[in-house]
């Protein structure tokens, strides 16, 4: 009975060197719920679309109606930036958003990155697309 659980012992401490050689020879990404081996990964990309809604204030044509703009497109510093020109423009007038997806795409996986729930103010909105930016970059960073 000793024998087999020193046995035991011996194959699970190889198992376990074994996968943490595996593990720190690879570039792992951590995301909330699992991780991801980069050195596998052959395609990566970036996704996302939000529409930022407002109470137009300077058209008198439309003054007081509902008015929005769509972005689609990649996470990078280009698309983040015409978000933010978007909200600090209409900032005392936001309403919200809606179509909130951002993701990173890796091969076939896809991992969601968190759009905020509660809409506090045009500042909530501008932290959760610089968290966005954040995460492309970070995975980029990665690669």
């Not at 991801?36 to 679309?49: C, E, G, Q």
């Not at 990078?76 to 978000?83: E, F, G, Q």
């Not at 091969?107 to 103010?121: G, H």
């Amino acid at each position: 009975m000793m024998n087999k659980l020193l046995r035991l012992a011996c194959y699970s401490a190889i198992a376990l060197i074994a996968v943490g050689c595996g593990r720190s020879s690879s570039n792992w990404y951590a995301f909330d719920g699992g991780m991801v081996n980069l050195s596998k990964v052959t395609n990566v990309s970036t996704s996302m679309k939000i529409t930022i809604i407002w109470i137009e204030t300077k058209d008198l044509q439309n003054l007081g109606k509902k008015q929005s703009q769509e972005f689609e497109g990649p996470i990078n510093k280009k698309n983040i930036s015409d978000i933010k020109k978007c909200i600090r423009e209409h900032s005392k007038t936001i309403q919200g958003y809606s179509d909130c997806l951002a993701s990173l795409n890796l091969d076939s996986f896809t991992i969601r990155l968190p759009c905020v729930e509660k809409f506090d103010s045009s500042q909530d909105l501008e932290r959760m697309i610089d968290a966005w930016l954040a995460a492309a970059s970070d995975l980029f960073d990665r690669l």
